[in-house]
């Protein structure tokens, strides 16, 4: 079996590649960096010859809805038609969980995500489609994000973070299998406070900024609701706790 990890030179693609690697598994690693494009199609036709699994964990540099609707629009309809000429049989797409309640309550980046999801649902193709919670990795990004004059402010909604490890692991889990034709989501052990958590990654990396509470803030220009970033309560948990995680990045 060959594997092509389109991304694969990102967060989660570097990881399933390495994986990957130390299994012995035939594969791939398609990006820019090794000179695939799946946007404009460049170098995609050599990558996925002979290839019976392609994972999609490519993201768009853009948050907008216009930005990111073009990059998942193009890049996912590439995939799609060059996957079916090169005979791919099993397609799988790494994205959010709660991209379609975000999506129908505010648009933007979660809008894109959920044509993107549609797009594959619909391609008549063999499919799985994984949805991860946030990262821990991503608490910083999320943080910068919502600083304002030196104050972090954040919603207090609830969330079930996990690691890109064990995002890595559901990907490579639901890869090795049969095509679901489905969403599966996978979720950290705990859940956490929004402002709780990126306080506390704050203070280990001692960064001074004040974190608050703020029932008007945004989330990436989304205004949540408590539960609206928590996985179903079928979602498969992953092992790594926040507190492990953290002790390994301090």
Known sequence: MRIVVVGGTGLIGSMVSARLAERGVDHRVASRATGVNSFTGEGLAEALDGADVL???????????A?????FTGSTLNLLSYGAAAGVSHHVALSVVG??????????YFAAKLEQEKLIQSS??????VHATQFFEFLLSI???????????VSHALM?????DDVADAVLRIAAGAPTGGITEFAGPE????????RTRLWVQNDPRQVVADPLATY??????????????DAVLMPTRFDDWIRDVR
């Open 143 to 153: 943080a910068e994000a919502a600083t304002r004059d030196g104050v972090v402010r």
């Open 67 to 71: 930005g990111a609707q073009e990059f």
């Open 160 to 164: 079930q973070p996990m690691a890109a």
């Open 99 to 108: 991209t379609d309640r975000l999506a129908a309550s505010e648009g933007g």
């Open 124 to 129: 008549g193709r063999a499919f799985s489609i």
């Open 191 to 198: 859940r956490f406070r929004l402002d709780s958590v990126v």
């Open 55 to 65: 994972v999609d964990v490519t993201n768009s540099s853009y948050t907008d809805y």
């Open 220 to 233: 990436f220009g989304t205004n949540l609701t408590e539960d609206e970033l928590l996985p179903a309560e």
